[in-house]
């Protein structure tokens, strides 16, 4: 239980009030889109069993990272570091910031969509609060997410409940069968595809039960219990938070609401209908400043690694806290939230976040070729990781026949780490010329963030520890440089 609660914690997040509006529009009619959401758990299942094998198999610290790095090499692993760096991260960042200022907008303007300005406005603003938390303080970071994880289990835990009286009380005509499987629309394969991405970024995070491999108590046991008991909560949840929509609202209102959870909530809640956009506002303002608090501990550690600039591998010297990472997802989705759209965006990066999955679950099949006695405490059928390329493939080829600019933006930007890898990280001889200029730079960054380098033995993820005496030598060596 104490492994399964935080999992399907992690799982369940802002992605619920996003992402059902998307599913419905690719899918056609009511009973597919539940069918989606169903299947999308399965698939997570999937994912998540072989997920465990690499994490017991290979206990590295990093996730995806360590895994590709250690079964393709130096520029896999890079690339995908360079993608979660400027795609992943920051575009789910910038999807969960513009939830958070539609749903606190919403009720301000109830007859129409509020606009792009207010939106954008409002959004920056809570990115930019978090990001200067999250630079001055672990603890109230951490603090932070512990309060507002409570949002999104109040709203879900509403909306069920509500949505369970509705039936009892046979309000559920969009669900009978005849109607649920009326097809407004017939949807292709690739829209099918669309629906499934639109879906995946509610299941994203479904891949953190591995990062607790190392730490368990007889894992080949406890692991599969987990994903057997997590995923299917999680899907459970999400399909019956979907069932509740659609008894208080027909397709067609909900492909118009532009907060889901709002029009619900004003149908159904009467007087206490402010319930909740305040509990969906407190769910995505967690989710912004969990987002910020991992992705710049990815930056830190790419950048320990060698793979990103070192001067994103400093803290700063009072704070402990890795400000110049923090200031560089910070910048990155402030970019992409202002060129594109919520939907757009969720099909950006669920693609690459499933190019990301299926590039890793191919290791664990070539990791078996190519170690084959190696000690595996949990060891999956082939079948299954099969059966999750199998759907990768699908996913994958037929989204970038839907959606060809998004997907191949997408893959042009991972593309570009190719270059960066071998100028910046295979080089070794660089002119001194191009060692003077980036030791400029981490001397700049150095002076206007207040940051110095890590004890080496400081432990990645408890930056908050760091000796004090250390602190305070770099401190006196930074002002006096």
Excluded at 90 to 112: G, K, R, W
Excluded at 303 to 311: I, Q
Excluded at 327 to 355: E, K, Q
Excluded at 439 to 460: R, W
């Amino acid at each position: 239980i104490c492994l399964c609660l935080p999992a399907a914690g992690n799982i369940i997040g802002s992605g619920i009030f996003i992402s059902p509006k998307g599913v419905l529009e690719h899918s056609g009619s009511v009973g597919l889109a539940l069918i989606i959401w169903v299947l999308g758990g399965g698939v997570s299942a999937l994912g998540s069993m072989c997920y465990a094998e690499l994490g017991v198999t290979i206990p590295k610290s990093g996730g995806d990272y360590s895994y590709v790095t250690e079964i393709f090499g130096g520029l896999t692993g890079f690339l995908l570091l360079w993608s979660a760096v400027l795609i992943m991260y920051p575009t789910s960042l910038a999807v969960i910031a513009l939830t958070f200022s539609n749903y606190v907008l919403q009720p301000v303007f109830p007859d129409c969509i509020p606009p792009y300005d207010a939106t954008r406005t409002l959004s920056l603003v809570c990115l930019l609060l978090l990001t200067w938390v999250n630079s001055s303080s672990v603890r109230w970071a951490t603090r932070i997410q512990d309060i507002f994880t409570a949002g999104k289990l109040l709203a879900l835990g509403l909306i069920i409940v509500v949505g369970f009286m509705q039936i009892f009380k046979g309000n559920y005509e969009e669900l009978k069968p005849s109607n649920a499987f009326n097809f407004w629309m017939t949807p292709t394969v690739g829209q099918l595809a669309l629906a499934f991405l639109q879906g995946s970024f509610a299941f994203s995070g479904w891949n953190f039960l591995n990062y607790v491999t190392e730490e368990l108590v007889d894992p080949r046991r406890n692991l599969p219990r987990a994903i057997f008991i997590s995923i299917p909560l999680v899907t459970f949840v999400y399909t019956f938070t979907n069932i509740a929509y659609f008894t208080a609202m027909t397709p067609e209102e909900l492909m118009s609401s532009n907060a889901v959870a709002v029009t619900f909530g004003e149908k159904l809640l009467g007087y206490f209908s402010w319930i909740m956009p305040v509990s969906v506002a407190l769910s995505t303002f967690g989710g912004i400043n969990g987002y910020l608090f991992t992705s710049s501990r990815l930056c830190f550690s790419g950048a320990r690694e060698g793979h990103l600039p070192s001067l994103l591998a400093m803290i700063h010297f009072k704070y402990c806290t890795p400000v110049p990472a923090l200031l560089v997802c910070c910048g990155a989705t402030i970019i992409i939230m202002l060129v594109g759209d919520t939907y757009t965006l969720i099909n950006y990066v669920s693609f690459i976040n499933y190019l990301c999955y299926g590039v890793t679950i191919m290791g664990l099949i070539v990791l078996r070729f190519k170690k084959p006695k190696m000690f595996r405490p949990i060891k999956v059928n082939l079948l299954i990781p099969i059966t999750y390329l199998l759907f990768w493939a699908f996913l994958l080829i037929f989204s970038f026949y839907s959606e060809p600019i998004v997907c191949g933006v997408g893959l042009i930007i991972i593309l570009t780490g190719v270059p960066v890898f071998f100028l910046g990280v295979y080089w070794k001889n660089k002119p001194k010329c191009i060692d003077r200029f980036i030791e400029n730079i981490t001397y700049c960054g150095q002076k206007v963030c207040y940051v110095v380098y890590p004890q080496p033995t400081l432990p990645e993820d408890d930056l908050i520890a760091c000796n004090d005496a250390v602190v305070n030598e770099k401190e006196k060596t930074l002002k006096m440089q």
